[in-house]
């Protein structure tokens, strides 16, 4: 698999804010609902990276949440949003991941449709064309418990969707798609610091987030 692609594994802290320790302050801050300055500086740095890495010539083609649930919560394997900006194209993913898994119970109707530009993934697919997705897991389902070695499987079992996914034919043009927006952005970012007064001044948050930075 990782002949085909790069995988870029993000831990995005939740239960206690990192260093702040303001619960999901972080994982909800990768939009400015104002102009108020108070985005936590893991935010920066995690769109900072991602921004360095488009620019570079790489690509983000999907990027998805991979988290936990409380035990009775959900299935072993669920897909609980759908994010309306590319919805077609996120149904077709998570139905193409979902869709291999016979042995465990999975829950391919989202909970959530809307838009997610609060989440990393969020910012991603809005700034950058990438289609995004999220999957829960939970290995204390009480009608099908996993062992360590199961999760293990599991991992490998996604990962392994998410390539042939990426290799149909029903990809080709969302990648198309995608490689577009991407291109476009990056030339709206050149002709933005270009046309900057001074360039030399400190870039604000709003430019950090809003632009992509």
Not at 54 to 59: F, K, S, W, Y
Request: charged share 20%.
């Amino acid at each position: 698999m990782r002949t085909k692609v790069s995988f870029l594994c993000v831990l995005v802290l939740d239960t206690d804010g990192a260093a702040a320790s303001t619960y999901a302050n972080l994982t909800h801050r990768f939009r400015l609902a104002g102009f108020d300055g108070s985005v936590p500086p893991e935010v920066l740095a995690y769109v900072s990276s991602l921004q360095n890495w488009l620019e570079n010539g790489h690509h983000l083609e999907i990027a998805c949440a991979l988290h936990n649930v409380e035990c009775q919560e959900a299935p072993t394997l669920s897909s609980p949003l759908v994010d309306l900006r590319r919805g077609d194209d996120a149904k077709a993913l998570n139905h193409g991941v979902l869709y291999g898994f016979s042995d465990i119970e999975t829950r391919e109707q989202p909970l959530v449709t809307g838009f997610v530009d609060d989440r990393l993934i969020g910012w991603c697919g809005k700034h950058w064309g990438t289609l995004v997705t999220a999957l829960e897991v939970n290995s204390r389902y009480p009608s099908h418990r996993l062992t360590q070695c199961q999760v293990e499987e599991l991992g490998a079992q996604i990962a392994m969707a998410f390539v042939d996914y990426m290799q149909s034919r029903m990809f080709a043009t969302e990648a198309q798609e995608i490689e577009r927006m991407r291109r476009v952005h990056l030339q709206q970012l050149r002709l933005y610091w270009a046309s900057r007064t001074n360039p030399e001044t400190p870039r604000t948050l709003s430019e950090l987030l809003t632009l992509a930075y």
